[in-house]
């Protein structure tokens, strides 16, 4: 049975940073792509970030520059580093991703941006 527990998540000043994880059960995350999304209240769930299983990253134009995805095999988790964070920032994230034919994701973990 493949899970995913996010956390990490909290309440951050503007500017500030977090690290999010993202334990894995039931698969090996090093094996596929792997993904963070974010919701915010009332939008569409949206792409992050995402790894694929030689290294290679992905960041949406939102967050280049400022987000560092990784992942540690030994511990089959994956992270997401986010610095200068900004209130437009402000979500519930989420790791996804699509094995076997199935669309798996996390519970989510709130990071909320403010002052």
């Known amino acids: 049975q493949v899970q995913f527990v996010e956390s990490g998540g909290g309440l951050v000043q503007p500017g500030g940073s977090l690290r999010l994880s993202c334990a894995a059960s039931?698969?090996?995350?090093?094996?596929?792509?792997m993904a963070w999304y974010r919701q915010a209240p009332g939008n569409q769930r949206d792409m992050v970030a995402h790894i694929g299983s030689s290294g290679s990253t992905y960041y949406s134009n939102s967050v280049k520059g400022r987000f560092i995805i990784s992942r540690d095999s030994a511990k089959n988790t994956m992270y997401l580093q986010m610095n200068s964070l900004k209130p437009e920032d402000t979500a519930i994230y989420y790791c996804?991703?699509?094995?076997?034919?199935?669309?798996?994701w996390g519970r989510g973990t709130q990071v909320t941006v403010s002052s």
């Open positions: 039931g698969m090996m995350l090093s094996s596929v792509t």
């Open positions: 996804n991703t699509y094995f076997r034919g199935n669309n798996y």
